[in-house]
């Protein structure tokens, strides 16, 4: 019975970080107002390193549609504007000699129906993942020996319990990011 809680356990743990990263990837699609998480994944080299933009300058949102990057050094400055051209998420950067300024456009109809394709899709992969995790564990359940098939069946109904859980979480999430995107 132990060695079912722990698959169980682990197949939780496992479902929780697909359901994360369907978050921090739904809040790096811009939903026409402007958020320092729309700039996650932006590398800018520094001295020699790649590194995230949120290490090397501050990145806030101080009006709805701007985003503001203080670098840390000023010779930051055109490394951080071709890194953001370079991402090629949409955004023109402009600099004023001390910091970045980043005005966000208001979306187009086409360009909010694109979003949230972009928004179907990657939860669908969230989907898949947790349904990989539901089959992965219930083929470990079946592999354990010295348990009764009434004991694995149970825990193969609690998995898909599981699993539905965290893919309403991921729906519920979609419904949200596609209200956000598709309000003018």
Not at 38 to 55: E, K, R
Not at 118 to 133: D, I, K, L, P
Request: charged letters at 30%; proline letters at 5%; aromatic letters at 4%.
């Amino acid at each position: 019975m132990e060695e079912i809680e722990l698959f169980l356990e682990d197949a939780r743990d496992r479902m929780t970080k697909a359901y994360h990263h369907v978050g921090n990837e739904l809040m790096k699609i811009r939903a026409g107002k402007a958020s320092p998480g729309m700039l996650d994944g932006i590398i800018v080299p520094y001295y020699g390193v790649n590194s995230p933009l949120n290490q090397v300058a501050s990145v806030t949102a101080p009006e709805p549609r701007t985003l503001f990057i203080k670098p840390w050094e000023k010779q930051l400055i055109p490394e951080i504007e071709k890194a953001i051209m370079a991402a090629n998420i949409g955004l023109t950067p402009q600099n004023d000699g001390a910091s970045v300024i980043i005005n966000i456009p208001m979306l187009t109809e086409e360009r909010r129906k694109n979003l949230v394709k972009q928004v179907h899709t990657e939860c669908e992969h969230g989907r898949v993942a947790v349904r990989s995790v539901r089959k992965e564990t219930n083929e470990s359940l079946k592999k354990i020996k010295g348990v009764s098939e009434d004991d694995v069946k149970n825990a193969e109904e609690e998995v898909q319990k599981i699993t539905d859980d965290f893919i309403g979480k991921i729906d519920a999430l979609m419904k949200k990011k596609e209200a956000e995107i598709m309000t003018v």
